[in-house]
């Protein structure tokens, strides 16, 4: 595995505003963005991106953020996780978080979780 002068952030979310506007702002501090529209997208860009962190919806078509998750934890170093939510569900954070996730947002969040991008 190859090291990256730029960390890469793995957005998996729909294209959304929201998801262009935070894309935007990781590139604006200095990451590059490797964006899949889907779970299944996402797991495939694990690999090819080599992601420092990711950042994907919980509830993401196709394949869920928790299988994501998964396969993210699977990788070593296994990148920073982010699974973001359409609303309050407390079930399911609690679950993404004892299965490894470094934090569960709600979405559309504001960037705030500069503590995560410390980590990479």
């Not at 860009?45 to 196709?62: D, H, I, M, N, Y």
């Amino acid at each position: 595995m190859t090291t990256r002068e730029t960390p890469v952030v793995l957005l998996v979310a729909r294209d959304e505003p929201a998801a262009r506007a935070l894309a935007s702002s990781l590139r604006g501090r200095g990451f590059e963005v490797a964006w899949a529209h889907d779970g299944e997208g996402g797991i495939g860009a694990l690999e090819k991106a080599q992601p420092r962190a990711v950042v994907c919806e919980l509830r993401a078509p196709r394949i869920d953020g928790l299988a994501v998750l998964a396969r993210a934890g699977e990788r070593r170093p296994a990148p920073c996780v982010v699974l973001v939510s359409e609303g309050p569900q407390l079930d399911l954070a609690v679950e993404a978080m004892r299965r490894g996730a470094w934090d569960v947002q709600a979405w559309p969040f504001v960037w705030v979780a500069g503590n995560a991008l410390q980590r990479i």
